[in-house]
């Protein structure tokens, strides 16, 4: 990755904060000065090298941890809404921004609703587990689904 693609990175996950969503190409573009093709190559490059990950038609699908499309993580902070793309992400939310965070979820056996504080990066509920379906290894055969 070239420092080009470095600010790119940068310019579209500063967006994706401030507008608690991801950001479409012309928003980015005119940040950097750039055109709307440049930033969908430089996004494309990104995509290739696992810094993103762009859905069928070129736009942001994840920008790890933060997730593009409504999931069952949703993360307040910093007064802000975002969605996670799992709960590894949901925690890194949180870390990401440097502030306190409390995740909204549900547990995948019972479906019992969860409502996690996350305090100086720690969790106020020691007792929870969530398991990790796909090896670390594998995660980016399908990122989706993992």
């Known amino acids: 990755m070239d420092s080009l693609d470095l600010d790119l990175r940068n310019a ?13 190409a012309d928003e980015v573009a005119g940040v950097l000065g750039v055109s709307e093709g440049q930033v969908r190559d430089g996004w494309r490059r990104l995509h290739d090298a696992h810094a993103l990950v762009l859905d069928a038609a070129g736009e942001i699908r994840m920008a790890n941890p933060f997730s593009a499309r409504p999931t069952s993580f949703r993360v307040d902070a910093a007064g ?36 996690i504080g ?10 929870l587990v969530f398991h990790v379906l796909v090896p670390a290894i594998s995660w980016w055969n399908d990122i989706g689904f993992t």
């Open 12 to 24: 579209t996950y500063r967006r994706f904060v401030e507008l608690g969503r991801a950001p479409a």
């Open 80 to 115: 802000r809404s975002w969605f996670a793309n799992c709960a590894w992400d949901a925690f890194g939310i949180g870390a990401a921004l440097h502030v306190d965070s409390t995740i909204e979820t549900g547990c995948a056996d019972c479906h019992t609703p969860l409502r």
């Open 118 to 127: 996350v305090r100086d990066g720690r969790p106020d509920d020691t007792d």
